[in-house]
């Protein structure tokens, strides 16, 4: 067992993006802006496009907007690509606008999924879209992806069409919907594209731009990592394949020992006698499946399960009438779906759609190879404008007022220094869809586009708003050897503590700030991007270099809850993590001379979570002073595991069992119960003060009623409006519109120029307090 490994997937190089021959068009040059009507491809030359992209976003030519970065990459291998932005979705015409793309379609639903875009967690309609131009709503279907997919397919038949982004990467095989509480059939059938790219799809779409160029059938491109597609029975492409029923993967055996994320790699193998670095392992019990088992088609002589060749071997899932009518078997299949993502080990997974003559078998390849540092450089260092497109600019060219573009504003003055998150959590989409393996920028490439933004961007007044990523503090951090990085298979490298094979040092980091920072023309570098303040803990040096230099006052970070049973639902860590990190805080802050405060982020309504568990989180703030402006419902995204967990009630990262033997999931369903965690996590509310009192009485907590410091909520009620301002509109309490039940000190925390109230717990949004001397809102 102590033999090395099989690290090929790794070891081998995957063929970088740069190495392919340019397609002819490359003469051409680069656009200012990819075009996005023919007047545009006339004065480009063009007499057509190799390749249109339609998205959901207004169309923004900056790294931070996948379609741009999409169409950049492929103009930099010389194809034609032109944007179809937020068409109207009633007839195929809009989508003619730029004439028949001669190889293929690129469809995406936009940077946010259009159901989380379009919908409250409490699946109300939002009013706004953020990145559209004036924040205007409705500027895109429900279910984008599926809709913009059809009016291709109407527009010009026999155009493949190849789908990509978040909202297709999520749905790629059968998965609970929350939005109709049903479990839909993958993406890939009911949008009927001919190939679905999902993850970071630069490596794939490069790889199949130029194939399909080449004039290779997109039905025979089957072999591309990172990308989904339907399979007929019979289909000769399949041949050569070994097929695994998933009960194999996930049940008593020697199989799957490291995806127990209550212990570390080496505890699983030293628990065993063997060493951490194995590429194969035993795995939790999956118990009393009860599933007929398919026939495993594995050639004479090869051996367990352990020793099948991994790149030619395909796990077979309950299929989607299965998983539709058993939540038991959804667990399950959402479980073996995790334990396949590394792209080290992760094996094929195949998922049965239709019986008799709808039968289809949708096909997902293993997660793409990611990309190495000189290859993000060279993503990053393309040639963006770095701006919304010119269409939508007002009489004087401006994108302020009504032409505003709030998701660009954000990001307008920031830089994306790395992809990837290896944290876990299982209520997050970004382990699935960017990986848990951490693809980083070079310090050259980063400090290039801060000068790109110093020199080149429009009212850039010297702060530069973000330099981070899905999270702030895992640039180039990673695990200690490349061989146990490619066999590992746990969910999480944080949870429930780090593994000690993962690297905590920040001084990459800390030597990137120093050197944004002592550019000429920039007076700050803020931090954004949310804080994995458990990792930070680990380098005291990092966390001083934060707070004395790039905290603008304010920092926001995610304990998400302080109770036991939710954290190990969300592998998140205990709050004493978030005490340490608190105290770091306040020590340098003070060293510095500096008032600021930290941002805690909490969730309501988590599976795991109890009301209880709330009521004692509310209890935490009340005690600790602060007061929550904005409140984060629990959002059952697709594929997530907590999603898995509010439709099965099972807890898939402790295994899945039909008997006793299965932990059972509180999970929170229905308006006045979701109503009462939110309300719990605003005890401060006098509107939330009715329905706070009668549930502390029915939960045998009176004694937390009554007027003194001691207790969470008065006898008393004022008047109220019973109102809540929506989080994505104006997501503060106004000052000068405050409570009558409000203090004098209180007051003065909310608006009018006063001192912040110490511990008052706003958001990053619009809901900052004044900073001390300064008339008018904090930002």
């Known amino acids: 067992m102590n033999a090395p490994i099989d690290v090929s997937f790794f070891a081998r190089n995957a063929k970088p993006l740069t190495s392919y021959r340019p397609y002819w068009a490359k003469r051409f040059g680069v656009a200012p802006f990819l075009p996005m009507s023919r007047a545009e491809m006339e004065q480009l030359g063009w007499d057509s496009c190799d390749i249109v992209l339609v998205t959901g976003d207004a169309y923004v030519d900056h790294p931070s907007f996948g379609m741009a970065v999409i169409g950049r990459v492929l103009e930099a291998q010389g194809f034609r690509v032109g944007i179809i932005a937020q068409p109207d979705w009633q007839s195929a015409e809009p989508f003619k606008a730029l004439g028949r793309p001669n190889l293929f379609w690129g469809v995406t639903a936009g940077n946010m999924d259009s159901m989380i875009n379009r919908y409250t967690a409490d699946r109300k309609i939002r009013s706004d879209d953020a990145y559209t131009p004036g924040d205007v709503g409705g500027k895109r279907p429900d279910r984008a992806a599926i809709v913009y997919s059809q009016r291709c397919r109407e527009a010009y038949k026999d155009v493949p069409i190849v789908l990509g982004g978040i909202e297709g990467s999520l749905r790629r095989i059968a998965h609970y919907d929350y939005w109709s509480d049903k479990v839909r059939r993958s993406i890939v059938v009911d949008a009927k594209c001919d190939l679905l790219l999902y993850g970071n799809a630069e490596r794939a779409l490069v790889e199949v731009a130029h194939r399909i160029a080449a004039r290779e059938p997109i039905e025979q491109i089957t072999d591309v990592r990172g990308t989904a597609f339907v399979r007929r029975p019979g289909d000769p492409t399949a041949e050569g394949w070994i097929e695994l029923d998933s009960t194999e993967v996930d049940q008593p055996g020697h199989v799957e020992d490291h995806i127990n994320p209550y212990l570390t790699t080496s505890e699983q193998a030293q628990a065993q006698g063997q060493s951490c670095s194995k590429e194969e392992g035993a795995s939790a019990p999956m118990g009393d499946l009860q599933v007929k088992p398919i026939t495993i088609h594995r050639p004479q002589g090869t051996g367990g399960v352990a020793k099948l060749p991994r790149d030619r071997t395909v796990i077979r899932l309950p299929s989607y009438e299965q998983v539709k009518s058993d939540p038991v078997l959804y667990a399950h299949a959402n479980r073996v779906l995790h334990l396949e ?44 404008a770095r701006g919304p497109h010119p269409a939508y600019a007002d009489e004087h060219g401006r994108h302020d007022g009504s032409t505003k573009i709030p998701a660009w504003e954000m990001i307008r003055f920031s830089v994306n220094i790395m992809r990837g998150c290896f944290g876990g959590c299982t209520f997050c989409s970004i382990t699935e869809h960017e990986g848990r393996i951490i693809q980083s920028r070079s310090e050259d490439s980063i400090i290039k586009e801060v000068e790109d933004i110093r020199d080149k961007v429009e009212g850039f007044t010297g702060v530069i708003s973000d330099l981070g990523g899905p999270t702030a503090n895992m640039y180039r951090l990673g695990c200690r050897s490349p061989a146990i990085e490619a066999a590992c298979r746990k969910p999480s490298c944080v949870y429930p503590g780090i593994c000690q094979n993962l690297t905590t040092n920040h001084d990459p980091l800390i030597k990137i700030y120093r050197r944004a920072r002592a550019l000429k023309g920039i007076k700050k570098i803020l931090i954004g991007s949310g804080l994995r303040y458990d990792l930070a803990v680990k380098s005291p040096e990092y966390v001083k270099e934060l707070v004395q230099h790039h905290v603008g006052g304010y920092l926001k970070i995610a304990p998400e809850h302080t109770e036991g049973g939710p954290l190990s639902k969300m592998m998140k860590p205990g709050i004493g993590s978030y005490d340490k990190f608190k105290a770091l805080f306040e020590k340098y802050s003070e060293e510095a001379g500096k008032k600021q405060f930290l941002i805690p982020y909490f969730i309501a309504a988590h599976p795991g979570t109890s009301d209880e568990d709330m009521m004692n989180l509310a209890i935490w703030l009340k005690k600790n002073g602060f007061r929550a402006d904005q409140v984060q419902t629990f959002y059952p995204s697709p594929m997530a595991t907590a999603t898995a967990m509010y439709h099965s009630n099972l807890n898939p990262l402790k295994g899945v069992h039909r008997d006793e033997r299965a932990e059972r999931v509180d999970i929170v369903r229905g308006e006045k119960r979701r109503r009462l965690h939110k309300a719990f996590l605003r005890y401060h509310d006098p509107n939330n003060w009715p329905l706070l009192r009668d549930a502390l009485k029915a939960m045998g907590r009176a004694d937390l009623i009554g007027n003194g410091k001691h207790h969470l909520i008065p006898t008393f009620q004022p008047m109220t409006d019973g109102s809540y301002q929506s989080a994505r509109k104006k997501n503060s309490t106004p000052g000068g519109r405050v409570a009558s039940a409000m203090s004098n000190a209180e007051r003065s925390g909310s608006g009018g120029g006063k001192e912040p109230v110490k511990g008052r717990m706003l958001t990053q949004h619009t809901g900052l307090p004044p900073r001390p001397g300064v008339k008018g809102k904090g930002r």
């Open 341 to 384: 993502t590394n792209p080290g080990n992760a094996r094929a997974l195949v998922q049965a759609h239709g019986e008799g003559t709808t039968a289809r078998d949708v096909w997902i390849n293993p997660p793409p190879i990611p990309l190495t540092t000189a290859e993000m450089d060279h993503v990053f260092d393309l040639p963006y």
